[in-house]
């Protein structure tokens, strides 16, 4: 039931972002504004579907957890069909107990810190003169600390603190404004690695170019 739900959610997705585009790149005019080389940073907000270790959260057990998390970039563009680019993903920041570590959840974790830091190559498939299709593909430090206690004085029934490197990949669109400025979208993947779970994002960003 959990993996139908992301699957259904990520596929709608992929289904907008190709139909918004197809209308974006028949409307365009004026310079090409894709063919541009230089640095630019960002910030996004991801929308994010990933489960902590088991047991930390009834609910994600059962369902998976959504929710909304910040992030940041920096790139480099060499023309209209290559960038580098690195993230830093904060995806998930939970201190349900001030660090005490003696809390009673059982539907979240005490504390639970999800975050990433990749390196990723970009590829660029100009359509028309403001419009790409983009393809990515890289490798991300995950980091992911989770602590449960389900009854006070009790053993905690997750304890972990892992730091893995894993690769990512995805796919999604971006829209160039003239001169400085672009919005886009895409759907990230990074698969499970030693004692994480695999996650699904979907950041929404704007860029600001140099």
């Known amino acids: ?91 998930e920041w939970s201190n349900n107990n001030d660090y005490s570590e003696n809390g009673v959840h059982v539907n979240t974790p005490d504390h639970y810190y999800f975050y990433s830091g990749d390196l990723l190559a970009k590829a660029m498939l100009p359509l028309g003169k403001h419009f790409s299709l983009n393809g990515y593909g890289g490798v991300a430090i995950v980091h992911e600390n989770t602590y449960n206690v389900r009854s006070e004085g009790e053993a905690p029934v997750v304890n972990t603190n892992r730091t893995n490197l894993s690769p990512v990949v995805g796919a999604g669109v971006e829209y160039y404004f003239p001169e400085y400025v672009s919005i886009g979208t895409s759907i990230m993947y990074i698969p499970a690695s030693t004692g994480i779970y695999s996650t699904y994002y979907m950041p929404i960003y704007l860029n600001v170019r140099f």
């Open 1 to 91: 039931m959990k993996n139908l739900i992301r699957y259904t959610t990520l596929l709608g997705a992929a289904l907008s972002i190709l139909a918004a585009g197809s209308s974006i790149a028949a409307i365009q005019t004026g310079a090409n504004q894709i063919d541009r080389n230089g640095f630019y940073v960002g910030l996004s907000a991801n929308l994010v579907n990933h489960s902590p270790p088991l047991d930390a959260s009834e609910d994600a057990d059962v369902i998976g957890i959504v929710y909304i998390a910040p992030g940041a970039t920096i790139g480099y563009q060499f023309n209209k069909y290559i960038a580098v680019q690195s993230d830093f993903n904060y995806f």
